[in-house]
Nanobody, 123 residues
Framework: QVHLVESGGGSVPAGGSLMLSCKQS???????MAWFRQAPGKQREGIAT????????EYAASVQGRFTLSRDNAKNTIYLQMNNLQPDDTAVYYC?????????????????WGQGTQVTVSS
């Protein structure tokens, strides 16, 4: 059983920064982890993914250049540094792991999810 716990959400003004963390425990599949977000009334959107090898993280166009994904394999934790946040970034942010198939930023490609953490950006 994979257990994911996100932290670090909050409220910031436009242009501000936040860092989210996601710690994985239980039966851990560290090969790939990802961040998704879901705004009210919208579908869940994949924004960044990383594996435990040397390849660089991959990002959605909506966050490229503003968000940075990193991981600490020893701690089974990934981090999402979010800079220059904008009101459109307001959403619940979810961590995912246990990737098994399909596009890397598609929600259905992952089988394990955290409970989510709220990020609110005011204009």
């Amino acid at each position: 059983q994979v257990h994911l716990v996100e932290s670090g959400g909050g409220s910031v003004p436009a242009g501000g920064s936040l860092m989210l963390s996601c710690k994985q425990s239980g039966y851990t599949d560290t090969s790939r982890m990802a961040w998704f977000r879901q705004a009210p009334g919208k579908q869940r959107e994949g924004i960044a993914t990383i594996n435990d090898g040397p390849r660089r993280p991959e990002y959605a166009a909506s966050v490229q250049g503003r968000f940075t994904l990193s991981r600490d394999n020893a701690k089974n934790t990934i981090y999402l540094q979010m800079n220059n946040l904008q009101p459109d970034d307001t959403a619940v942010y979810y961590c995912a792991s246990n990737y098994y198939t399909g596009p890397l930023l598609l929600p259905d490609s992952y089988r394990s999810w955290g409970q989510g953490t709220q990020v609110t950006v005011s204009s």
